[in-house]
């Protein structure tokens, strides 16, 4: 009898829950997302440049971003803007882009280097588990 009251309570609880703004919104949030992932993926499938943007994509996540800075001119005192990227400074923003546009393309090309032997190890795996 105890249990039964206790399960009840326990179902009651959950539906209060689920059917609560907070939780309707969370569970809209999700699904929009799954269904983005989804749509992204379809397009993916079409796209035969999809693997690049993905390569770059995760470049970019490892590189961080330029940014901006303003400090005191050495020779003037005058605050003067420079740019910022990973800790080197440089006089315009588009020196600095262009560094990490570099430092961009090297990680996607080391990633291709590497693929082969990637895939070679892969195949060695499946291979020796059959």
Known sequence: MTSDLVTVTLVILAAIL???????RQLRRF?????????A???????TNAHFRHTLELAEEQVEDVSSITISDPR???PVKRWLFE??????EDDARAVRAEKLRA???G????????????????LRSN
């Open 76 to 78: 003037t005192g005058n």
């Open 18 to 24: 689920l059917t609560s703004p907070w939780s309707l």
């Open 87 to 92: 800790g080197e400074q440089f006089m315009n």
């Open 41 to 47: 993926e379809t397009r993916d499938r079409r796209d």
């Open 107 to 109: 990680i996607a090309i």
């Open 111 to 126: 990633y291709y280097r590497e693929l082969p032997a990637a895939l070679a190890a892969r195949e060695d795996d499946k």
């Open 31 to 39: 699904d929009q997302g799954n269904r983005e992932r989804i749509e």
